[in-house]
Nanobody, 122 residues
């Protein structure tokens, strides 16, 4: 069974930093794109950043220059370094991973983690 689990959330003051991690575990063949999303209270879930297997990245305009997405393919782990945090960054942050269970599978399936709360407040 494939699991995707986030960690690293918490309470931080404005201007502070946090590093989120997202680990995929279980039996599977390969992981394609991975990404971070966030959902603030009363709002829809939005893309924060994405990264391909080869390291190509894509960021939401609101986090460009402040957040950095990276991945360790050997550890099946995704990271999000968040700097210069603002109160408007407060949200539940979730990661996803597109995974093939078997080399025989034709398509990748998207798996989601449960999310981790990030609160930016003084």
């Amino acid at each position: 069974q494939v699991r995707v689990v986030e960690s690293g959330g918490g309470l931080v003051q404005p201007g502070g930093s946090l590093r989120l991690s997202c680990a995929a575990s279980g039996r599977f063949f390969s992981i394609s794109d991975m990404g971070w999303y966030r959902q603030a209270p009363g709002k829809e879930r939005d893309l924060v950043a994405q990264i391909s297997t080869g390291g190509s990245t894509n960021y939401a305009d609101s986090v460009k220059g402040r957040f950095a997405i990276s991945r360790d393919n050997a550890k099946n782990t995704l990271y999000l370094q968040m700097n210069t945090l603002r109160p408007e960054d407060t949200a539940v942050y979730s990661c996803n991973a597109r995974i093939k269970i078997s080399f025989l599978d034709r398509y990748y399936v998207t798996y989601w983690g449960q999310g981790t709360q990030v609160t930016v407040s003084s």
